[in-house]
């Protein structure tokens, strides 16, 4: 693709370009947005007509209240047109980006399918001159292999030579970018320092800027593994883990918080099956994974402990979790560890409500979650409460009217550093927490 710097230094000359977004979840919309804030014509294309309807019909798509006004304001302005037409849309544009994951099957191996088929789509209305953006995570060499030869198979063109293809992540600064070749590279960084201040490193190789991105991820999952052990040893020796943190923070150690939204993340899976089929074993990822587990065990102990304390048992217990979302404060459904231990506790015989204020009960119940429309609803006559999820919604729940909806004596288990104990004590509650002593 022919594009020199000059050609889109400025909003109006911009305008002359057409971006696509293929995958239009919560960080292919916050893309959208920055494309046409930049200046940018971008079409949102989604295979999912109810992302594509929330579009069109302004419904809230972010938590942030500026990124909802943003997009309706773009949608209504016609800068950003939504459809369900992958192929069309690719037709119609210069610069193609993607933000279709890679998937977890139900036995935790990679599934492929649905990137590949995004591919095919996009193949099918590419053009020549154009330029693809691959800005998902993916396993090294993805993009010279899986994405590259479904382009050319379902284009009958040549990367390289008919359109270009890079691999470009921004949002771990520093930015990257690399190509298949040097064009590639070069169009796809003067494209990206058009919506963002962050400086943006050129990589040579593909496969290089592939496993900065994974193995950056990866090592962010060992520390909240980490942090988890150190929880777990906390309370075990009767030491709050937020105390410990707040000392070492003060100075060059920083402790960061056991998210365990975070924990069983899907790329662990992706990574550590890419390993085994070059018959590498990865011990501390293998070992994170495996901590993961346990701590998933250690929630439901807590959990039995609590309802010791009320004097009732686990089994036939009614327990409320709240927060499904895999980042807090924001609709993500990267989040297997909820799902694990909703499923734990099912087969211990626990009647198990769900909520989570960013999801609705339909879409949790299609999810596979037994959830409630309202928090009132989900902690009416529960034995115990879990919370999940840091939303800042759960921080600034009234523990007061909880405690009378609640069938008290009741306990509650924090497991996402929200909840103050002494308050949560205050109101009745048998209260214990992840590494809280």
């Given at each position: 693709m022919?594009?020199?710097?000059?050609?889109?230094?400025?909003?109006?000359?911009?305008?002359?370009?057409?971006?696509?977004?293929v995958?239009?979840?919560?960080?292919g919309?916050?893309?959208?947005?920055?494309?046409?804030d930049?200046?940018?014509?971008?079409i949102?294309?989604?295979?999912?007509?109810?992302?594509?309807?929330?579009?069109?019909?302004?419904?809230?798509a972010?938590?942030?209240?500026?990124?909802n006004?943003?997009?309706?304001?773009?949608?209504?302005?016609?800068?950003?047109?939504?459809?369900?037409?992958?192929k069309?849309?690719?037709?119609?544009?210069?610069?193609?980006?993607?933000?279709?994951?890679i998937?977890?099957?139900?036995?935790e191996?990679?599934?492929?399918?649905c990137?590949?088929?995004?591919?095919?789509?996009?193949?099918?209305?590419?053009?020549?001159?154009?330029?693809?953006i691959?800005?998902?995570t993916?396993?090294?060499?993805?993009?010279e292999?899986?994405?590259?030869e479904?382009?050319?198979?379902s284009?009958?063109?040549?990367?390289g030579?008919?359109?270009?293809?890079?691999?470009?992540?921004?949002?771990i600064?520093?930015?990257?970018?690399a190509?298949?070749?040097?064009?590639?590279?070069?169009v796809?960084?003067?494209?990206?320092?058009?919506?963002?201040?962050?400086?943006?490193?050129?990589?040579?190789?593909?496969?290089v800027?592939?496993?900065?991105?994974?193995?950056?991820?990866i090592?962010?999952?060992?520390?909240?593994?980490l942090?988890?052990?150190?929880?777990v040893?906390?309370?075990k020796?009767?030491?709050?883990y937020?105390?410990?943190q707040?000392?070492?923070?003060?100075?060059?150690?920083?402790?960061?918080?056991?998210?365990?939204?975070?924990?069983?993340?899907?790329?662990?899976?992706?990574?550590?099956?890419?390993?085994?089929?070059?018959?590498?074993?990865?011990?501390?990822?293998?070992?994170?994974k495996?901590?993961a587990?346990?701590?998933?065990?250690y929630?439901i102990?807590?959990?039995k402990?609590?309802l010791?304390?009320?004097g009732?048992?686990?089994r036939?217990?009614?327990?409320?979790?709240?927060?499904?979302?895999g980042?807090?404060?924001?609709?993500?459904?990267?989040?297997?560890?909820?799902?694990?231990?909703?499923?734990?506790?099912?087969?211990?015989?626990?009647q198990?409500?769900?909520?989570?204020?960013?999801?609705?009960?339909?879409?949790?119940?299609?999810?596979?979650y037994?959830?409630?429309?309202?928090?009132?609803q989900?902690?009416?006559?529960?034995?115990?409460?879990?919370?999940?999820?840091?939303?800042?919604?759960?921080g600034?729940?009234?523990?007061?009217?909880?405690?009378?909806?609640?069938?008290?004596p009741?306990?509650?288990?924090?497991l996402?550093?929200?909840?103050?104990?002494?308050?949560?004590?205050?109101?009745?509650?048998?209260?214990?927490?992840?590494g809280?002593?």
């Amino acid at each position: 693709m022919n594009i020199e710097k000059g050609n889109i230094d400025t909003k109006e000359k911009r305008s002359y370009y057409t971006v696509c977004v293929v995958g239009c979840g919560r960080k292919g919309l916050t893309y959208a947005c920055l494309f046409a804030d930049a200046g940018f014509k971008v079409i949102a294309a989604d295979k999912n007509p109810q992302i594509v309807s929330i579009m069109k019909t302004g419904k809230r798509a972010f938590h942030e209240k500026n990124l909802n006004q943003i997009l309706r304001k773009h949608v209504k302005d016609g800068r950003i047109i939504a459809t369900t037409e992958v192929k069309e849309a690719c037709a119609k544009s210069n610069i193609i980006t993607m933000f279709v994951p890679i998937k977890i099957d139900e036995k935790e191996k990679p599934d492929y399918s649905c990137l590949e088929k995004a591919c095919k789509d996009v193949g099918m209305g590419l053009q020549k001159g154009s330029l693809i953006i691959v800005m998902t995570t993916v396993t090294p060499g993805t993009t010279e292999r899986l994405i590259k030869e479904t382009l050319e198979t379902s284009s009958g063109l040549k990367a390289g030579k008919d359109f270009g293809l890079g691999y470009a992540q921004l949002s771990i600064p520093p930015g990257m970018v690399a190509g298949i070749d040097k064009n590639s590279s070069q169009v796809a960084a003067m494209i990206l320092e058009t919506i963002t201040d962050n400086p943006i490193i050129m990589v040579e190789d593909l496969k290089v800027a592939e496993s900065a991105q994974l193995f950056s991820l990866i090592q962010n999952h060992v520390k909240t593994t980490l942090a988890s052990e150190f929880s777990v040893f906390c309370d075990k020796i009767g030491v709050d883990y937020v105390e410990v943190q707040k000392v070492l923070n003060k100075g060059y150690s920083v402790l960061t918080f056991p998210q365990v939204s975070r924990l069983n993340s899907k790329l662990v899976h992706v990574f550590l099956n890419e390993a085994e089929a070059l018959n590498l074993k990865m011990r501390i990822t293998s070992s994170a994974k495996e901590t993961a587990e346990e701590i998933l065990n250690y929630a439901i102990r807590l959990v039995k402990k609590a309802l010791r304390k009320c004097g009732k048992p686990l089994r036939r217990s009614r327990i409320t979790i709240l927060g499904v979302s895999g980042t807090p404060d924001t609709k993500d459904e990267k989040n297997p560890f909820v799902k694990k231990l909703m499923k734990k506790l099912i087969s211990k015989g626990v009647q198990v409500r769900v909520y989570d204020p960013f999801f609705a009960q339909k879409e949790l119940n299609e999810m596979g979650y037994p959830a409630e429309k309202t928090l009132k609803q989900a902690v009416e006559n529960t034995d115990c409460i879990i919370i999940t999820v840091p939303h800042e919604r759960f921080g600034k729940m009234n523990l007061r009217r909880l405690s009378l909806t609640a069938k008290m004596p009741a306990a509650m288990v924090d497991l996402a550093y929200i909840i103050n104990p002494e308050k949560a004590k205050k109101e009745g509650f048998a209260f214990l927490g992840l590494g809280r002593g």
